[in-house]
């Protein structure tokens, strides 16, 4: 009987000791993890702010495959939410406050835990990459929370790795996203044809893209000094193309809708197109894809027994990259005039 009660006396003294172990635990948690993600910034908030996505990177989904996901009519943006359901009990995630492409403040529910509040920021890096940091925090806890996390190892030990396996995942995702392209033949149509403003140099498949944005930027300046409106997307006339070493001579332009004279020393220049019969391709995708496209395209008017006219070929780029951040969503259009 003795022993019994010492036992049980024992055993109340580490009840209250525990208890006091818990009750002195912080009332507060943070837990944070940053992950480096070679992709604009906005390419991944686009991804993040819309828990449509939210399935294919989790680390909880991934762990359970039997966790039921529902989401509601909004799932994007403020107001945006979900819920799901795992063995532990129901949680449901909101979205709050957001500020583009830079940071979004959430507010997640689960079981009767007491709420917590959830951000992401996205600090975009000189070399085109993203310091995406994700965030969990709370406060007030109470004594069954404290117990449970201390039970549990603590917070940091239950979601740090699912942190950093899911932003693993969700670099993946990214980087797999940005990837996407299609390469379409749209075969015989007709140019409609005009005046543009226009610059020609020469360039190498290793520096034509910083040559075509100085180029750029140098017809922009031009209009703008004497007052000319843009009437279309910039494209770029390949006057030559050496497939062999990769050089090319061209002229980058812009349409104008009248007949612009320019001083004889200027280096920009007023061309004109007329309207012609052309073989179009569109590529939707990186522009470091036009090489496939173009080869494509010849190849068409190979198969097809199609005549080159005199006029150059010459491609359109449709949409702006500054307004679509992602590489998958850029437009550019292939012209070959034929006779």
Known sequence: MKALKYIL???????????IYIAVQPNEFQVSRTRTINAPAAVIYNNVIDYKNWEAWSSWAEADPEMKITLPEQTNGIGGSYTWEDKDGIGTMKTIETVANTSINQQMQFADFPPSDITWEFKPNDDGSTEATWSISGKDLPFGFKAFATFMGGMEKQIA???????????????ENMKVYNVKINGETEYGGGFYMYKTTSA???NISQIMGKQYGEIMSYMAQNNIVANGMPFTIYNEMNNENGSVIMSNAIPVRDRVNVDRASEVLCGYIPKTKVIKTTLKGNYTNLPEAWKSTMEYVTKNNLEQSNLKPFEIYTNDPGDFPNPADWITEIYIPIK
């Open 204 to 206: 190498t498949s290793t």
């Open 161 to 175: 790795p699912h942190y950093e396996r899911s932003l693993e995942k969700l670099d993946s995702i990214v980087q």
């Open 9 to 19: 006396f024992l055993f109340l003294i580490a009840i209250i000791g525990t208890a």
